[in-house]
């Protein structure tokens, strides 16, 4: 279900982002995909990967820190075209 919002969030968009609470203590799931940019090498900074268009990683920390870090990284990062 998630997959399918984030595929949904990106036809308008450069990139749709879900972020989601995990079972785990100051752990955040990320997902993201995009039609027209790269996501894995900005995912591996993160120790996550997946394919080009579609991945994901899982942030750690306080949920309103690191997922405003992770924004302000993901507006700075020069994302390769696919």
Do not use: C, W
Not at 8 to 34: H, P, Q
Not at 58 to 78: A, P, T
Request: no cysteine; glycine share 10%; aromatic share 8%.
């Amino acid at each position: 279900m998630l997959n399918q919002l984030a595929n949904t969030l990106k036809r308008d968009a450069d990139i749709g982002i879900i972020f989601r609470e995990t079972d785990s203590y100051e752990r955040i799931g990320v997902s993201m995909r995009s039609n027209k940019l790269i996501l894995d090498e900005f995912a591996s900074i993160y120790g996550g990967g997946g394919h080009p268009q579609a991945s994901g990683l899982i942030l750690k920390g306080k949920k309103d820190k690191v997922i405003s870090d992770f924004i302000e990284e993901l507006q700075d990062y020069n994302f390769k075209e696919n």
